[in-house]
């Protein structure tokens, strides 16, 4: 498999693998300011951007990616984050290869879903009820739910439609930095078509992990955080105040703060 990675920023190498599944590298930015410390190695997964497109969207195919990835780059150990679905690869990755990572960071990532993960989406998405764009995001997530994701552009559509739900507080000058054109719906649907759980073996995680999500996630929030926190040996967990999924952009200074406090240690 071909991968597309891009470097951005300066100091130590981190390796970063960005979320959907279905968005490439660009989603991350430059993860709230975090390229001021780090080289920051923004991963195209599989059928994203400008890595090769696949016929399967598997974990373990997005976790043998990785390990060429890391073989390629000469590197014996790495530290690896890894955002929402990248967190779910990064700490695959770290159960499967445990002795090739350095440091982890799962930022809103999650190990399985569970009915207090449910429980915390339907509390979080029944406060946006008041918001002009409210309809429409539930209606895209009700999409989403049901497995119809149409062609690229309309993946794209659904995602534009849903977005302002994946902050604690929505604004405009978000918009740009997150809406997209098209955006390939194969990843997902495999996704969503194939349960997970790696609870049963998240003790065998030997890096030191840095679990980080934003208070108001109404996916990966403080549920799924506690999830991967008790399971991980070496963890700390850090809840971003007045963030949801979008952490890295909504409170910038405090995510890439408690990022690099750790990874300086």
Known sequence: MKLHASRRGAGPLLVCHP??????????????????????LLVDPRGTGGS????????????????????????????????????????????????????????????????EMQAEAERVIATFAGEPWYADATAAI??????????????????????PMYFSRWEERFRPLVEVERMNPEPLRQFNATPFDLRPDLGRIEAETL???????????????????DGIPRSELVIV????????????AAYSGAVEAFLAR
């Open 142 to 163: 009700a999409r989403e739910e049901a497995g119809d994701y149409g062609t690229p552009d309309e993946a794209g559509a659904m995602w534009n439609a849903m977005v």
């Open 241 to 252: 105040e007045h963030a949801g999924h979008m952490l890295h952009l909504e409170q910038p």
């Open 52 to 115: 090769e497109d696949a016929e399967t969207y598997l974990l373990d195919d997005y976790v043998s990616d990785l390990e060429e990835l890391r073989a390629d780059l000469g590197e014996e150990r790495i530290d690896l984050l890894g955002f929402s679905h990248g967190g779910l690869v990064a700490a695959a990755y770290a159960i499967a290869h445990p002795e090739r990572v350095r440091k982890l960071v799962l930022t809103v990532g999650l190990a399985a879903f569970t009915p």
């Open 211 to 229: 679990v980080i999500t934003g208070r108001d996630d109404f996916i990966c929030g403080p549920a799924a955080a506690n999830v991967l926190a």
């Open 19 to 40: 979320g959907g599944p279905g968005f490439d590298g660009s989603e991350l930015h430059d993860l709230g300011g975090l390229d001021s410390t780090r080289t920051l």
